[in-house]
């Protein structure tokens, strides 16, 4: 008896790409490759998508809402404080649910070589931090030093990332209100 056809869900395409975004570069998420990474063919990747445009928008759109949309919602959320403001924008980082650090350190890799990409990551740089700047406000830190604490707060973060440290999540978790009361400089 012929062996069943093997078919993939959109969703499937995506999670492949994204793999190969996160260990390989954008430069290898082709429709090829991936074809032979899945065992399925083109024909495959055609019923789910256009092009290769539209799977790397679908990328874009999962890294939004993964990564850019736990940040967005913060906005819709009263704090009694800024240390509770402080511990959410951070929180989001730390839990890493639905955040994903390795897809955003590829999207950093992709904008650049590609100005859209470089944009966007520049929006959200700049939103993200705006997030910490309002925090530090609340605490009662002056515009200027709540603008330095933020930059220290998220290029240290972004560092975490960035040089692949691996540390268990207990010990992180652990280690949080350590980390809190040295970046807002107040017991936390």
């Known amino acids: 008896m012929p062996e069943a056809r093997k078919t993939l869900s959109r969703e499937a395409w995506i999670a492949a790409a994204i793999g190969v975004l996160e ?19 083109r024909g495959s990747f055609y019923f789910h998508f256009r092009n290769l445009k539209d799977l790397l928008d679908s990328l874009r759109e999962e890294w939004r809402q993964r990564n850019c949309r ?5 906005l819709h959320v009263e704090f009694s404080d800024g240390l509770a403001r402080f511990d959410a924008v951070t929180g989001v980082w730390i839990r890493e649910d639905p955040f994903s650090p390795r897809l955003d350190l590829a ?24 997030l910490l ?25 972004i560092g975490y990332y960035a040089t692949y440290f691996k540390e268990p999540p207990a010990e992180r978790k652990r280690f949080r209100p350590l980390y809190t009361r040295i970046l807002v400089g107040k017991a936390g």
């Open 107 to 130: 999207i950093r890799d992709w904008a650049r070589s590609s100005a859209a990409i470089a944009a966007e990551v520049t929006r959200q740089d700049d939103f993200r931090m705006s």
């Open 23 to 41: 260990k390989k570069g954008i430069a290898n998420v082709k429709v090829d490759r991936l074809s032979r990474q899945l065992k399925v063919t």
């Open 133 to 157: 700047v309002d925090a530090f406000m609340a605490m009662g830190y002056d515009a200027d030093e709540s603008l330095i604490r933020a930059r220290i707060t998220y290029f240290q973060q």
């Open 70 to 74: 736990p940040f967005q919602d913060l």
